[in-house]
């Protein structure tokens, strides 16, 4: 009887025994990556297998160009990580199957969504999101089935990728222009691929160029001031057709330090003075404060005359007859500026003579 229940038992655990698939043991017995390229093999995906291998080998390139001391070097590798392998071999297939039926819509979407679930995720694999968007915007730029909306749509987010992570300012300007170019005029939106609000894509590009002609500006004002105004003029265009009026004064307001650094002190009173009545207009109180420090630096910069300084800031202004210096009275806009936190300088400046060294201590020390 024992025997009997023995074999009993011995069956009924065979049957719980589960069946393992051909696919299954080979990833028990080989590297998941090897395992994963007979797979696609013999599915007959040949290109998701070979875009993998390149993924691979780019990455050991990656690493053995930046040496073991990098940060590079320290990431997680692509060939030992099973779920990023596993989710990159599902869209990879969805993607080929596609292309075989000649959806190309379907086959960009997938490698658009991989892109950005990579892209804008955990740092470490940002690279890798970078060579899926482009593939996304190569596929996408050869399809113009539906008014290239996917192209506008990955090249878009290729943009933003580099602005706000990769922090590469020339390419992404570079995408952000081509994607505003495309979308004009039409309402396409990049909601569903990144999964947040976003308004349409020739919008979100007006303002990540608005954005990354700042951030230019603000390096190339150091060396070549004359080129940043430039700069600064377009993204206030820029923030104009995004209809970004605080942007167009951010930008504007730049520009009038360029203005200073390059000597133009008249244009510069007049940015920061453009600047002053969108503030008002809006009723922005610190911004509001900091753009009359603004426009009396430049007054007074440009030597104009007393009454000129009352009649637009509308403060009192003294003169001292023994040093023959300028004092701009601004406890008013002290007081003003006392609720919101906006430290004041109190300002002793001598008559212009032609240099800005003044004016440069001057902004360092307020911001």
């Given amino acids: 009887m024992k025997r009997e229940e023995q074999a009993r038992k011995r069956a009924k655990m065979r049957e719980d025994l589960p069946v393992l698939t051909k696919e299954q043991i080979r990833r028990y017995r080989m590297p998941l990556h ?23 080998d780019y990455q050991k390139w990656l690493r053995k160009s930046h040496g073991p001391d990098s940060r590079i070097w320290a990431r997680p590798r692509l060939v ?6 596993k989710t990159l071999v599902e869209g990879f297939t969805l993607a080929e199957k596609a292309h075989y039926e000649r959806d190309v819509a379907t086959e960009c979407d997938n490698f658009l969504r991989l892109g950005v679930k990579f892209c804008f995720g955990d740092s470490d ?15 996408s730029s050869k399809y113009h089935g539906d008014g290239q909306r996917r192209f506008a749509t990955s090249k878009y987010i290729m943009g ?10 020339e390419p992404a300007i570079m995408n952000l222009k081509e994607a505003r170019y495309l979308s004009n005029g039409h309402s396409w939106t990049a909601a569903k691929y990144l999964q947040c609000s976003q308004k349409t894509v020739f919008v979100e590009s ?37 209809c970004d009026h605080e942007g167009e004064a951010k930008a504007l307001m730049l520009q009038g330090n360029c203005e200073i650094i ?11 003075y453009k600047v002053l009545l969108m503030h ?28 000129d300084i009352k009649a637009v800031l509308k403060q009192d202004v003294m003169i001292n007859p023994i040093t023959s210096n300028i004092q701009a009275n601004l406890a008013s806009i002290t007081n003003h500026a006392s609720t919101t936190g906006v430290k004041l300088p109190t300002m002793q400046l001598p008559k212009f003579n032609g240099k800005y060294t003044g004016w440069l201590e001057f902004r360092d020390e307020t911001h």
């Fill in 34 to 56: 090897q395992a994963l390229f007979c797979e696609l093999e013999e599915k007959d995906l040949p290109s998701s297998a070979a875009l993998l291998h390149q993924l691979i």
């Fill in 80 to 85: 030992y990580s099973a779920e990023v392998l």
């Fill in 125 to 139: 694999w940002w690279w890798l999101g970078e060579q899926l968007l482009v593939q996304s915007v190569n596929i």
């Fill in 160 to 169: 933003k990728f580099l602005f706000e992570n990769e922090k590469e300012l």
């Fill in 206 to 242: 007006c303002l990540g160029l608005h954005k990354a002609l700042l951030s230019q500006a603000k390096i190339v004002m150091n060396y070549d001031p004359e080129h940043a105004i430039i700069l600064c003029a377009r993204a206030r265009r820029r923030a104009y057709d995004a």
């Fill in 262 to 272: 390059a000597g133009l002190v008249n244009s510069a009173a007049q940015s920061f």
């Fill in 280 to 307: 008002i207009k809006a009723k922005r109180i610190e911004e509001t404060c900091e753009a009359r420090i603004y426009l009396i630096q430049a007054y007074l910069n440009a030597q104009v005359l007393i009454d």
